[in-house]
């Protein structure tokens, strides 16, 4: 006689082991941050590209541009601007489209893609930090996610002022665009448990390091399987040979943790990826009925503005000899600084 454990989500038929596969989810947890849940009825394949999809193609709205008037902190421009760039906005996809579909043309946006935020602080008689709170958005709905992320610190006289203007983007452009701190996944475990050979020793509930098993009333009990990594601790602990007690996983159940950076609810998170691993997927299914299966990528070609740019920044494109070149690139650094959160 066995004992078999799926988890919450096998005991419920996720699991479509043997039969048709159904894409079947439960969610276990969600609050503010977080959400978990079982995901039945697909390969790692598409689990994988869900993960990736969470990742690298739901957007989120950061600061990208920064205009600095003054900035007598010890930070440099671009260290500060650097971190500035890292700070997890609130984001409204409702209301805001990604620069490449707006209609506007313009390199800083407009109201219909990006939000502008400013700083202003000054310290007068005392030393004081400079908080994420300090900004003030056009938007109220397009602030800070937490306001106590220290930035700088200034002494008395000195202060920071810039403008920053915030865009949606992806991860596959940046990393500061990415909206989760944690995607991950993990296979669920099937647990047997051979009753008949079992002697209750308990020893597989001590080696556990999840805690997945527990003696109730002399008997070993599964407690809760989702806790279980498969790491075979169990099976080296059971004193009868063979093993009374194994564990493998399941290859179409999956348990799925989602944390967000506080920009998106991760329910929503979890929604947006879905729907567009759903348009990627239909487009690729298009294209393979068409016969378009084989794609010509081009040489990525350098933007004019970035070309621009690279050619500011190398002393060998700088006209003149080395010490007028070395004086012109520090002289671009002694004005304002235009800044992009690289």
């Not at 967000?260 to 998170?269: D, F, I, K, M, V």
């Not at 294209?287 to 081009?298: A, N, P």
Request: charged content about 30%.
């Amino acid at each position: 006689m066995e004992l078999v454990s799926r988890g919450a989500g096998g005991v419920a038929g996720l699991s479509g082991s043997g039969g048709d596969m159904v894409l079947k989810v439960e969610v276990l947890s969600v609050d503010d941050d977080r959400v978990r849940f079982l995901l039945g009825g697909v390969d790692v394949a598409f689990t994988n590209a869900l993960r990736r999809t969470l990742i690298m193609d739901v957007p989120c709205m950061v600061i990208d541009d920064i205009f600095f008037f003054d900035n007598s902190s010890v930070v440099p421009d671009e260290n500060l601007a650097h971190r500035i760039g890292f700070v997890p906005l609130r984001t409204d996809l409702d209301r805001y489209a990604l620069p490449g579909d707006c209609d506007c043309g313009s390199e800083l946006g407009c109201e219909k893609c990006r939000v502008v935020l400013t700083l202003d602080v000054a310290a007068e008689t005392e030393t004081r930090t400079v908080y994420s709170g300090d900004f003030v958005s056009e938007d109220p709905a397009v602030v800070p996610v937490s306001p106590s992320i220290p930035l700088t610190k200034i002494a008395p006289g000195q202060a920071v002022r810039l403008e920053a203007y915030a865009r949606l983007g992806t991860g596959k452009e940046h990393a500061k665009w990415q909206p989760v701190s944690t995607a991950v996944y993990q296979h669920v475990a099937e647990i047997e448990v051979d009753e008949d050979r079992c002697t209750d020793c308990a020893e597989c509930v001590k080696a556990c390091p999840r805690n997945v098993f527990a003696m109730e009333e002399g008997k070993l009990r599964v407690v809760d399987v989702n806790l279980c990594t498969i790491c075979g601790e169990c099976e080296k602990a059971c004193p009868v040979d063979p093993t009374a007690v194994r564990a493998r996983p399941l290859d179409d159940l999956f348990l799925l943790t989602v944390e967000s950076t506080g920009c998106l609810e991760p329910a929503r998170l979890v929604a947006e990826a879905v729907r567009i691993l759903s348009v990627k997927l239909d487009e690729f299914a298009g294209k393979v009925e068409r016969g378009e299966t084989e794609d010509v990528i081009d040489v990525y070609a350098v933007a004019e503005v970035e070309k621009a740019r690279l050619a500011r920044g190398s002393i060998e494109d700088v006209g003149g000899d080395d010490e007028d070149a070395v004086s012109d690139v520090g002289a671009e650094d002694e004005g304002d600084v235009d800044s992009d959160v690289e």
